[in-house]
């Protein structure tokens, strides 16, 4: 099997620390045609209510990819960009003072990755930027979704009555514009306090399977794999991973850390045993470089990330119907 032409640079040839900064040190290539796999950002915070700064975690994250990520995956031996044609396709040029502008914007941005038949990788950005792209996604039909958070993202309304895109709604939107099938959605880790009583009824009434952190905690990783295999299925499903389903102490800089979660070691096993979905898309959302100096954070993401391409990148190739060797 033959992959891209032009994989990441070499660090023999480019020290880590130097050359322009893009995802995976891979080529610059704004025109997704041709492409398995676009690798973007979306540096969009337009959704946060109350600790802003996740619009600067595309271009950390970017910056962690350089100096911590080497091209072979530790388990499966192989490179996934051996397998697949990816590239950094660059920012969806967002709109900073206009939310609805903004979402368009990313909704046409996705569509045209879309359109050339790329699967998109995407770090945000907050958690609201996941409708646009599903939006353009799941145009033709509903679509799966597997889902690591701290907090479902199914509220009708958080700050006010009468805003309904933010943060902690998309998933509720998305449902409701028939893009999302509940049926086949599961949210991992789900956790901390709530508003109001009812704040998990939607995704329960419109059967999503909602794995709260003690039953995760009671049923261990195998066992939520398994899960999570059953109700995505057989079709399009995406991953969707908010940083903040991971517990507080290995990630402070987000909007809403909350205490009590699980590891990034359990989210490598976790996203590792979704190997075999037939995966259309996936972000790594919410990392807020203001809030984290050090830029821990950022470089969880950026290894979460590289986890995630290796499931895309195997998932395009069973598309193709070719064999691993």
Do not use: W
Request: net charge negative.
């Amino acid at each position: 099997m033959t992959g891209q032409d032009e994989g990441p640079r070499n660090i023999f040839s480019m020290p880590r620390f130097g050359g322009i900064v893009t995802f995976f040190r891979l080529p610059h290539r704004p025109d997704p045609a041709g492409l398995d796999v676009a690798v973007c950002g979306v540096p969009f915070d337009g959704g946060i209510t109350n600790r802003t700064g996740a619009r600067h975690g595309p271009r950390q994250v970017r910056e962690m990819t350089h100096n911590h990520i080497r091209p072979v995956h530790p388990t499966t031996g192989r490179s996934p960009f051996n397998l697949c044609r990816v590239a950094d396709v660059g920012d969806v040029p967002i709109n900073p003072i206009d939310q609805q502008d903004s979402l368009e914007r990313i909704e046409g941005f996705f569509a045209e990755i879309h359109a050339a038949g790329a699967v998109p990788l995407t770090a945000g950005g907050d958690h609201l930027v996941s409708l646009p792209i599903l939006r353009a996604l799941a145009k033709d039909r509903p679509v799966g979704m597997v889902h690591f958070d701290a907090h479902t993202d199914t509220y009708d309304t958080v700050f006010s009555d009468k805003f309904k895109y933010d943060n902690g709604t998309p998933f509720r939107r998305a449902v409701e514009e028939g893009i999302l099938d509940p049926k086949r959605t599961i949210q991992i880790g789900i956790r901390g306090p709530r508003f109001s009583e009812d704040d998990l009824a939607f995704s329960l009434d419109n059967g999503m399977r909602v794995i709260e952190i003690d039953e995760y905690f009671e049923l261990g990783n195998e066992a939520v794999i398994a899960e999570a295999r059953r109700v995505a299925g057989d079709g399009p499903t995406y991953i969707s991973f908010d940083v903040d389903a991971l517990d507080a102490v290995y990630v402070p800089g987000t909007g809403a850390p909350e205490i009590g979660g699980y590891s990034p070691r359990d989210a490598q096993v976790m996203i590792r045993g979704l190997r075999g979905l037939h995966v259309i898309g996936a972000d790594m959302v919410e990392v807020a470089p203001p809030l984290d100096p050090l830029g821990g954070t950022a470089r969880v993401a950026a290894n979460l990330m590289f986890e995630l391409l290796d499931v895309i990148a195997e998932s395009v190739v069973a598309r193709r119907g070719l064999t691993i060797s």
